[in-house]
């Protein structure tokens, strides 16, 4: 009897840790630093910059650290129709991919949550961008040579800071390219038994 129940919390604790795990990888921008670290040593041209490379690396980092804060703010529903759609969070509610929306936009409604989340993910990839040879080379290139402790020791500990904050405050949001859980559906009022 007593092994049962040490199972059972043994697997709620593996369960939660796995979720946290998911929530993790979720909120992280992978996506986006894939994009980056494919295109920044072609850009940078592998950290021996003109004005020109400085400039379209600059656009790269801008644009990859919108990406990072606009993901947070997407979400993802179940249509009437029984397809997966996907939406942004606005002060009023949802705004939908399609005319298909879910029945409870109010449920969808930006929160604090969503900015906290924006805000670690974006800094997330700015350590990751910022603190790459290539860019190093490139933009600061005497920061190298210096500081080669804080370009080490950085990218972990935010990656560990913001880790933390993900899994202590896991988001809800199941935005673009993630679909939405059974559970999500049926707390938000949008699926097509209802």
Partial sequence: MAKSKT??????ISGKTFTALGNLIKLLP?????????LNPVLTNNGHCSPVNKFFTSILIGLCGFSCA???FTDSYTGSD????????????????SDKGPSNK???K?????FVHAFFSVIVF???????????????????????ALLMVL?????????????????????????????SNSNSDDSPNK
């Fill in 155 to 183: 990218p972990p500990v935010i990656g560990a800071i913001s880790g933390a904050v993900f899994m202590t405050f896991p988001d809800t949001r199941h935005g673009i390219g993630y679909r939405s859980s059974d559970s």
């Fill in 30 to 38: 992978t996506g986006t630093v894939f994009i980056f670290q494919f």
């Fill in 126 to 148: 700015a350590v990751l961008s910022l603190l790459d040879s290539n860019t190093v080379r490139c933009f600061y290139p005497a920061f190298e040579s210096t500081e080669n």
């Fill in 106 to 108: 109010s449920s969808y």
């Fill in 7 to 12: 199972s059972s919390s043994s697997s709620s």
């Fill in 82 to 97: 029984g397809m997966v759609h996907y939406g942004i969070a606005t002060v009023n509610g949802f705004w939908p991919s």
């Fill in 70 to 72: 606009f993901s947070c």
């Fill in 110 to 114: 930006l929160r604090i949550g969503d």
